[in-house]
Structures are given as structure tokens and as C-alpha cells.
């Protein structure tokens, strides 16, 4: 199952930058780019020429979300930086967790929020989680399946010092609410 890097970026952020914070992010997660699936961030982030282009050179769909969406969000690292630029205190994290969990709200961050001098990436998933070479990422615990179910044979467990986050309501709310669909911009 593919992930979501969810990305956050300063206005001008340096490509180069972008791309090879995320690349850290995923050999941290024990990914490589073939396991990303989308890349994700805040609709204003929707004409910035870093995230275009990573989504581009990975070969996956940008998804872009209003901040009053991401603001929903219950994250670990929460920012008032971004949310006084933004309108949402997060939007590397908020980002990849809705975009992964889809409309059952099903999300797990893998890595939290990493930054650079002018980008932040994180990563999410809907488990299970397997890489594009059937492998669990490091630190990931592999789903466990019975051996009786159908057409399924049991997945290896691996060791698992850090276990994924999961996507909790946002303070004051009983359960995530039903977000809009992402706006998918179309690459060249």
C-alpha cells in the first residue's frame, strides 16, 4: 500500500530542497520513492513550483486541501508559526494523514514532521503497510493475518520500536468529521 508525503514549503523553496528532505524522510521510514503514492499539502501550496516538481519526479498525483480542513487535524507537532501564515497548524502532517486515510479517516503517520531551512515533510498511511518490495518500513509493525483468511497468507512481523501515531479528533470533537475530497492539481 502506498504512502502519502504530506509537504509543507516556504514561498521559493529551493527544489533540491524539498526533494532530498524528502528522500531523508523516507529512508528514516525505510521507504524509497516508488512506496510514496501522493504527495500532499495545503491548497496555497497548490502553485508552489517544489512541491509541483516532487510530485512530478515521483510520478503520483499533488493533492492540495483547504487549511480550514487541515486545521481539523489533531497532529503531534502543531505549529503557530504556520498556522499565522497558513491558517492551520499543521500541514505536512494534516495533509498526509487525510490524504492516506481517505474518507474512513483511517490514517497513521509513519514519520512525523521533519524540517529543513524552508520545507517540512511527513509521513502517513492507511494500514496495513507493506513497501513496494512486500516488506514492512523499518519500525513499522507488519499486519498480522491470520493464515485462515482467504486468499491471504500470514505477513512477517518485524520489530517495532516506534509504532505509527494515530489520527486522533481534533480537542472538542467526538470523531473526525467527513472532509472534502483534496483538489488533485494535473502535472505536465
Known sequence: ??????????????????????????????????????VASADVKADEPAVLELARALGVPARFLPAGVLAAVSVPTPSDVVASHVGTPSVAEAAALLVAGGDVGDGRLLVTKRRSAHATCAIATSVPLTTATGASPAGVPAPSVPASA?????????PAPVSPVPVSPAPGSAAPAPHPAPTEVPLP
Do not use: Q
Open 150 to 158: 482467504p486468499g491471504r497468507s500470514p505477513a512477517p512481523v518485524s
Open 1 to 38: 500500500m502506498p504512502v502519502v508525503l504530506g509537504v509543507g514549503a516556504s514561498r521559493g523553496c529551493p527544489v533540491d530542497e524539498l526533494a532530498a528532505l524528502a528522500d531523508a524522510v523516507l529512508a528514516e521510514a525505510g521507504l524509497a520513492r516508488p512506496d510514496v503514492g501522493a
